[in-house]
């Protein structure tokens, strides 16, 4: 928040409890939930301050409000450029963005189930550990206007109800890259990374799109880098690089670090040098959104 004056007293607010999740990182985490009847999280209230006493009649819902606090940011903009849609930048109060002045988030999901002081909830789109600020009903009489308008992301929304413009394939190195982690280590990100390529794999800053070399790109995925190429509409994803270098994945265990056991064994096993970004021109250019709309007019 911003310094308080005698004018705007600061506010002070204390968590309630915190969010249990598979997602680590923001990239695991997407930009609006999708319901989902498999996904289970869970929400821990802080015990010794009456909060299962303030649960009592809240299971009779199906949905339930969180309000949460975005505390991965410590600065806000006026200005932000959101991940989805056009490269173009817009007023936060305008946006879903967490660089906000209050970093304060919404978010609706569905109640599973109440055991004890802690809520099961089904899909959020919160990373593990995010501070939950209080706990509403879902009112579908009064939270919900279907009719109201979506603003600038109406067209956003009309080309998500559109089939994925680009395919995204996976070279071999990619492939055997992905199959280790999936099944040594439990990591798979591969729908998440195919679900942002192919829907649109110019450089973008949100998104995680940025050059790599001369002729290539990277998508920044959490803890790890997919080193792609995009010809005509087709993503080619080349291979992964670990998105942390060597001095602090073997500084010793560090909480704050996503995979880093799998990043290490990953560098043994595929060492950076099997991907070199070209520091020279060749015939292949790096494609911009402004280029990729053209190839796309001209291909239909």
Known sequence: MSKPTDQHPSL???PIG???????TKFDSPHQPKNSNEERNIIELIPGMSFDLALKDLATFDRIWLVWWFHRNSSWKPIVLPPRGAAKR????????PHRPNPIGITSLPLIGIEGSNLIVGKADLVDGTPILDIKPY???VDAFPEASLGWLSEVESQHA??????TTFGPLAEEQLAWLRTVWNVDFRERMSEILSRDPSIHRTRRIRKWGINKLQLGCGAWKAIFVVQG???????????YPDELLMGGPNPEIPDQEAQIAFK???PESLLKPVLVEDDIAVPTEASLRSHKGNSQ
């Open 162 to 167: 559109e089939p994925p413009p680009y395919t």
């Open 139 to 141: 009112l579908a009489t």
């Open 233 to 243: 509409m087709t993503v080619i994803v080349e291979g992964l690089l670990c998105g």
């Open 12 to 14: 002070l607010v204390t």
């Open 90 to 97: 817009r007023g936060v109060f305008a946006t879903r963005s």
């Open 268 to 270: 043994t096993l595929w």
């Open 18 to 24: 915190y969010i249990r999740t598979k997602m680590r």
